[in-house]
């Protein structure tokens, strides 16, 4: 079908204004101006020095790269397509973080116009169906460019964008968004009964490509059963069978993308197990993080770098998870509007894999895991608002209609600014863990703080951060303290407070005597002429101890 036919065809549905190409263009430009702020951010101390900074790796791109890439976890994780797309950043780029933050932001004003033309193939033939008196020439073109400024400038897309390492979310997303998009062009073919042979096994071909850039994706033949049911009405149309018989290589790649996956994690020790951490409390939390994941997706204030588990659980996820409950039994309860569990089931469906059922580490939730779930919501309300403002143009109520306008450009002139602040943020590891001090105050973010605050030479604050981190782990009676106090005690020699230096490290070498520890001691106890005791610590830490490390 070429540029003509496409023309015809949206001639055909009595829609004025311009195609969906073009509102594409728009919306993508439009996220991209937005997000060109993150060009200014560094390198951060999570993840992306394994991934890029330190990942020798990606330094060459040959066919040890490739079979690297394929064979090899990074975090946790295979992402060959990912390390491959770090890989001709840096050919092109080295390490200068501008080149890698570009490729980031180009990735996610793409996805931004897909999530237009996905609209489009979903909400067409709804609107072709407004009555002519209340379409006016540009309702349905706005419609469209909404729904990808809901998804493109939303406050939660921020971390997938301005966090290199998130370059999994952005990639995954333009694989995963133009699978979706493929198959409904196949289905609205096979609907007219054309050939459609050629867009099917496109659409298997992206799938597959988005579970290489990262495995959440293992989602989308759910999500495309969804669709199959609403709004493409595909359920009357063919017999059930057909329908998961057409599924069934996607469900293939999906097991097998979903087994190495948690064989993986498990491999590398991050799958909790269940003994640790129960059914019972996995369940709280989940319902916690769905709550959690809808009121920052409505009200999107607040949002910190790291949300972690709090233990012991508190009373409120019971409650929030009771909410959750009983909002689901009254979606599903719906019969006659079936968009509204249609979008529910496309909203948490994707979220399903990062929930605690299958807990990874010690975060509750992420902004970044709403990126392939925030795309039937954002879609939902732009169209909820169209055919609000259509009826209202119908009526002749133009006031109404201004006013409902006027209140989605202040929404989305309000989601700019939240985001461009948020993606300041993602400057540097310091202004991202100052933020969660800020508003959460995690041990873990002094801490981390605190290395970047030594490394970058302003030891009196690192000093103050270590402190903070030291007082949470006491107070919380946290196993690896020795860690703390060793890093101190490093900083207090480099502030040439010996003394103190050397009480740091007996604290750290009573909780575990490493050899570094014995080491660090050593060289301050050197420094205070104290040559006995330092030739004795020496002798403790062996010929050739390691450097000071988090052990």
């Not at 400024?149 to 301005?162: D, I, K, N, T």
Request: net charge positive; aromatic share 12%.
């Amino acid at each position: 079908m070429g540029p003509h036919d496409l023309r015809e065809r949206w001639k055909l549905t009595g829609i004025n204004g311009p195609g969906p190409a073009r509102v594409a263009v728009a919306a993508g430009l439009l996220c991209l101006l937005v997000h060109l702020r993150s060009l200014w951010c560094g390198f951060i101390d999570i993840d992306d020095s394994g991934y890029v900074v330190n990942n020798l790796f990606i330094r060459r791109l040959d066919w040890d790269l490739i079979t690297a890439a394929f064979t090899e976890s990074r975090g946790s994780f295979r992402i060959p397509l990912t390390l491959l797309s770090f890989a001709l950043d840096y050919r092109l780029w080295g390490l200068n973080p501008l080149g890698f933050h570009l490729t980031n932001t180009l990735l996610h004003a793409a996805n931004s116009g897909l999530v237009v033309l996905i609209a489009d193939r979903l909400l067409r033939q709804r609107f072709a169906g407004v009555p002519a008196a209340s379409r006016r020439k540009l309702l349905y073109p706005g419609v469209l460019l909404l729904a990808g400024l809901l998804f493109g400038l939303h406050p939660l897309r921020v971390e997938s964008v301005a966090w290199v390492s998130e370059r999994k979310d952005v990639l995954n997303g333009l694989f995963s968004f133009g699978s979706i998009l493929t198959y409904l062009t196949y289905a609205h073919k096979r609907k007219r009964g054309e050939p459609a042979v050629r867009e099917y096994f496109i659409a298997l071909v992206l799938f597959l490509l988005s579970l290489l850039a990262k495995s959440i994706s293992v989602v989308i033949p759910a999500l495309l059963l969804v669709a199959d049911w609403y709004p493409l009405g595909r359920f009357r149309a063919e017999r059930i069978w057909r329908l998961l018989a057409e599924k069934a290589p996607y469900l293939f790649f999906s097991v097998a993308a979903a087994a190495v996956t948690v064989s993986t994690v498990a491999q590398d020790g991050n799958l909790v197990s269940y003994r640790e951490f129960p059914l019972a409390q996995r369940l709280l939390v989940a319902g916690n993080a769905l709550f959690e994941y809808v009121r920052l997706t409505v009200y999107p204030v607040g949002i910190v770098p790291l949300y972690v588990i709090h233990r012991p659980i508190p009373a409120a996820y019971a409650v929030k998870g009771a909410v959750v409950v009983a909002a689901a039994v009254g979606i599903f309860a719906v019969r006659r509007r079936r968009w509204i569990p249609a979008a529910a089931l496309g909203f948490v469906i994707p979220l399903l894999p990062v929930l605690s059922l299958f807990q990874n580490g010690v975060q509750a939730l992420a902004p970044r895991f709403t990126y392939l779930s925030s795309v039937a919501p954002s879609i939902t309300a732009a169209a909820l608002i169209g055919l609000s403002c259509g009826k209202a143009a119908a009526a002749g109520r133009r006031r109404l209609l201004q006013g409902g306008m006027l209140l989605v450009a202040a929404l989305l002139v309000c989601w700019t600014v939240i985001s461009v602040r948020l993606i300041e943020t993602w400057e540097n590891a310091g202004t991202r863990w100052t933020r969660q001090i800020e508003l959460e105050p995690l041990g873990r973010a002094y801490r981390d703080r605190g290395f970047y605050y030594h490394q970058n030479g302003s030891l009196e604050a690192a000093y103050a951060d270590y402190t903070a981190a030291i007082g949470i782990a006491r107070e919380r009676g946290w196993q690896p303290l020795y860690n703390l106090f060793a890093f101190r005690g490093a900083l207090l020699a480099d502030l040439g407070r010996e003394r103190e230096a050397v009480e740091d490290f007996s604290a750290a070498i009573s909780l575990f005597p490493h050899p570094s520890y014995y080491q660090g001691r050593g060289r301050a106890l050197e420094k205070l002429g104290r040559d006995a005791e330092a030739r004795e610590d020496f002798g403790g830490g062996g010929p050739a101890p390691p450097a000071l490390d988090w052990f």
